[in-house]
């Protein structure tokens, strides 16, 4: 791995990379941003929106942070998601967390990690409210994957109950949300089959998780 410098090198060579392929990119780019997407996903390094999606900048708006969590008190989340459904106006936002996630283990190791425990205490919950189910679950690599997903649907569940997200909805603002899971072994992304796009699917995915089917989970990851 370079160091510092080389990095500032890395960003000469990819602008005159795009300048060369597109004269007029930079100036278009910087006129306006203009995406259809908000993405919130894992602050882990390997999880970049932009590529895993092949994305160019300025076409996925992008919150990230530790598990993908989207809590009511987090006022960086609330203000990205306002900011992106308000003034944006995009028409998807993504929860996308990833299998083996490091914050998802961390939250039900019963290992002491310091101030971040706060923070996944939220993970903690969503594997006490199921725990009957995962523990039915016999190889731990599998039972935390489930639970990576039980965390995405419970975090569009979280979204669609922010005031700025119902208040889309009740003006007739086409909104939808969804919940991917990405996995890092194949940099296949699959959905989990939870979008909602109103206050009915809302009550509904809310439904499938409080009374979710135990013969094959609250959600299912499309192959």
């Known amino acids: 791995m370079g160091g510092i410098k080389d990095l500032l090198e890395n960003n000469k060579l990819w602008s005159r990379r795009v300048a060369a392929d597109n004269p007029s990119f930079f100036a278009d780019l910087a006129g306006q941003q203009n995406p259809d997407y908000l993405w919130i996903g894992c602050s882990d390094s390997r999880v970049s929106a932009n590529v895993i999606v092949d994305l160019a900048p300025g076409e996925i708006f992008v919150h990230r942070n530790v598990a993908n969590l989207?809590?009511?008190?987090?006022?960086?989340c609330l203000s990205v998601i306002q900011f992106a459904v308000e003034v944006l106006c995009v028409e998807h936002v993504i929860v996308c967390g990833h299998y083996n996630c490091g914050g998802v283990v961390a939250a039900v190791d019963e290992e002491r990690h310091g101030l971040i425990d706060n923070w996944l205490r939220h993970i903690r919950d969503?594997?006490?409210?199921h725990a009957a189910f995962l523990e039915s679950i016999d190889d731990p690599a599998k039972r935390i994957d489930k639970l990576c997903e039980l965390n995405v649907a419970e975090q569009v569940v979280n979204v669609g109950e922010t005031t700025i997200v119902l208040d889309a909805w009740?003006?007739?603002?086409?909104?939808?949300?969804?919940?991917?899971i990405y996995g890092l072994k194949d940099g296949q992304i699959r959905d989990l089959d939870i979008s909602i796009s109103g206050n009915d699917d809302l009550k509904n995915l809310r439904d499938r998780l409080l009374f979710h089917d135990e013969r094959r989970g609250a959600v299912r990851a499309s192959n």
């Open 126 to 129: 969503t594997a006490n409210l």
């Open 70 to 76: 989207v809590n009511h008190t987090d006022m960086n």
């Open 170 to 180: 009740d003006r007739g603002q086409e909104l939808s949300v969804h919940g991917w």
